[in-house]
């Protein structure tokens, strides 16, 4: 049970995606088929949003890890750390050399819950717009209350807040609540557009039954409330691949890269490169651990790194040595 609930919050800004690009084209939809422009326009800013979170909302492990082990080899050569001809540093393409295109997707896979936010702000005032001029307040609601939410989830700096602090009013406690989860304030101004939408298409319903833009309209809302839900339970950003602990196979096989390149550095200032290295790591944005602890790391898979080469050492000789037994005995 917990393993689908962990795998549901990892999955969750890109499922949510897909839900908004759902009622986004049903919006978009009921624009079109009313004639409400801006109300279709709507549906087209929100789809772009919704399109970029179904493709960008959870990290590409491998290419996170192929971007830090390009960080980590431009540090390497800024100190002027060689780096061994067999490291796999030296098949990595630095990011300054990469195309505008990788550019553009580092930064998407950085802040796809941001981009969703900024486009649903366009639209939500573009459908305030669009209520105003069709005299339809339930409209210019639903438009107000997902730009407000929108703007909550750029706005608002995710922080996490220690256990043993203790608010002092509630308004600490809402600020610290609204902190800890930002998108929790986007979901639940979202879910209530919904109800918002709702009146809107019951009123269209009601006003003009033949006119079937309503039926879209409602669908939008039942994708939202989807949406919405798993937006709710995210975090502003995609899911890092470096953990708290440690334990991602991406932070294991990071260090054991960096290891590699210190232990083919001089014994003398191996030490002084581990340190170094592990200020670097720990000061990266998406690894969250210490300098010590990855210092602490680094010094262990050095070590390990001796022992099997001194294991390799030792069974070359003595295979060297069973062969020269072998052709004398011969």
Same mark, same amino acid.
């Given at each position: 049970?917990?393993?689908?609930?962990? @795998? +549901?919050?990892?999955?969750?800004?890109?499922?949510?995606?897909?839900? @908004? /690009?759902?009622?986004?084209?049903?919006?978009? #939809?009921?624009?079109?088929?009313?004639?409400?422009?801006?109300?279709?326009?709507?549906?087209?800013?929100?789809?772009?949003?919704?399109?970029?979170?179904?493709?960008?909302?959870?990290?590409?492990?491998?290419?996170?890890?192929?971007?830090?082990?390009?960080?980590?080899?431009? @540090?390497?050569?800024?100190?002027? &750390?060689?780096?061994?001809?067999?490291?796999?540093?030296?098949?990595?393409?630095?990011?300054?050399?990469?195309?505008?295109?990788?550019? &553009?997707?580092?930064?998407?896979?950085?802040?796809?819950?941001?981009?969703?936010?900024?486009?649903?702000? &366009?639209?939500?005032?573009?459908?305030?717009?669009?209520?105003?001029?069709?005299?339809?307040?339930?409209?210019?609601?639903?438009? #107000?209350?997902?730009?407000?939410?929108?703007?909550?989830?750029?706005?608002?700096?995710?922080?996490?807040?220690?256990?043993?602090? /203790?608010?002092?009013?509630? =308004?600490?406690?809402?600020?610290?609540?609204?902190?800890?989860?930002?998108?929790?304030?986007?979901?639940?101004?979202?879910?209530?557009?919904?109800?918002?939408?709702?009146?809107?298409?019951?009123?269209?319903?009601?006003?003009?039954?033949?006119?079937?833009?309503?039926?879209?309209? +409602? =669908?939008?809302?039942?994708?939202?409330?989807?949406?919405?839900?798993?937006?709710?339970?995210?975090?502003?950003?995609?899911?890092? @691949?470096?953990?708290?602990?440690?334990?991602?196979?991406?932070? *294991?096989?990071?260090?054991?890269?960096?290891?590699?390149?210190?232990?083919? *550095?001089?014994?003398? &200032?191996?030490?002084?490169?581990? *340190?170094?290295?592990?200020?670097? +790591?720990?000061?990266?944005?998406?690894?969250?651990?210490?300098?010590?602890?990855?210092?602490?790391?680094?010094?262990?898979?050095?070590?390990?790194?001796?022992?099997? *080469?001194?294991?390799?050492?030792?069974?070359?000789?003595?295979? !060297?040595?069973?062969? !020269?037994?072998?052709?004398?005995? !011969?």
């Amino acid at each position: 049970m917990n393993s689908d609930i962990n @795998y +549901l919050k990892q999955e969750s800004l890109r499922a949510a995606g897909y839900s @908004y /690009l759902v009622g986004d084209a049903a919006l978009f #939809a009921s624009g079109i088929m009313s004639g409400r422009k801006h109300e279709a326009l709507s549906g087209a800013v929100y789809t772009a949003g919704g399109l970029v979170l179904a493709r960008y909302g959870k990290e590409n492990a491998e290419r996170r890890l192929h971007t830090m082990q390009g960080r980590l080899k431009e @540090y390497f050569d800024n100190e002027h &750390i060689q780096i061994p001809k067999a490291s796999e540093l030296n098949s990595i393409t630095l990011k300054s050399e990469g195309s505008i295109i990788d550019r &553009i997707e580092d930064f998407m896979y950085a802040y796809p819950s941001q981009i969703l936010n900024t486009m649903y702000a &366009i639209g939500g005032f573009s459908l305030i717009h669009s209520g105003m001029k069709h005299s339809k307040g339930w409209d210019s609601a639903s438009g #107000a209350l997902v730009a407000a939410g929108a703007l909550a989830g750029i706005l608002i700096p995710e922080k996490q807040h220690s256990p043993d602090h /203790l608010s002092k009013t509630s =308004l600490d406690k809402v600020v610290e609540w609204a902190q800890e989860k930002p998108l929790r304030v986007s979901g639940y101004m979202y879910m209530a557009n919904n109800a918002a939408l709702i009146t809107s298409a019951l009123k269209e319903r009601k006003a003009n039954p033949l006119q079937k833009s309503y039926m879209f309209k +409602l =669908l939008t809302v039942a994708s939202y409330m989807v949406g919405n839900g798993l937006l709710a339970i995210s975090s502003k950003d995609s899911v890092s @691949y470096i953990d708290k602990d440690g334990n991602s196979k991406a932070m *294991q096989q990071l260090e054991t890269t960096a290891a590699r390149v210190i232990a083919a *550095q001089p014994e003398e &200032i191996r030490n002084q490169v581990i *340190q170094q290295t592990s200020g670097f +790591l720990a000061g990266q944005p998406d690894i969250k651990l210490s300098a010590t602890q990855i210092a602490s790391d680094l010094t262990q898979r050095i070590s390990e790194l001796s022992r099997i *080469q001194n294991k390799s050492w030792r069974t070359n000789v003595m295979q !060297q040595k069973s062969n !020269q037994i072998s052709a004398v005995i !011969q």
